[in-house]
Nanobody
Framework: VQLQASGGGLVQPGGSLRLSCAAS????????IGWFRQAPGKEREGVSCISSSSTKYAESVKGRFTISRDNARNTVYLQMNSLKSEDTAVYYC????????????????WGQGTEVTVSS
């Protein structure tokens, strides 16, 4: 099982980025894929998650972020719009069997992070 996160970068407030999480060794449509982020000096927190039965969002990103899945590419995306400075963090994708769970510890496999910086 491997996850490869990409798509981070520097963007101005109000801008957009799309993160990708490419999976190998398993099929994304049978697993839950979560996006998490960790800002400097803060704990890792859940951002969004998609499973075969549901999608979940943290309150802080609802209405601005959209998670989606391309089964043909075995890839999960996180479209981030109306970005704010407080979205600055390293973003990670992770996977677990079954449904989404809010806890970081519930996820078994993690990709490397991709850094998002929102600044003017």
């Amino acid at each position: 099982v491997q996850l490869q996160a990409s798509g981070g970068g520097l963007v101005q407030p109000g801008g957009s980025l799309r993160l990708s999480c490419a999976a190998s060794g398993f099929t994304v449509d049978y697993y839950a894929i979560g996006w998490f982020r960790q800002a400097p000096g803060k704990e890792r927190e859940g951002v969004s998650c998609i499973s075969s039965s549901s999608t979940k969002y943290a309150e802080s990103v609802k209405g601005r972020f959209t998670i989606s899945r391309d089964n043909a590419r075995n890839t999960v995306y996180l479209q981030m719009n109306s970005l704010k400075s407080e979205d600055t963090a390293v973003y990670y994708c992770a996977t677990r069997r079954g449904n989404c769970r809010p806890s970081v510890n519930a996820f078994d496999y993690w990709g490397q992070g991709t850094e998002v910086t929102v600044s003017s």
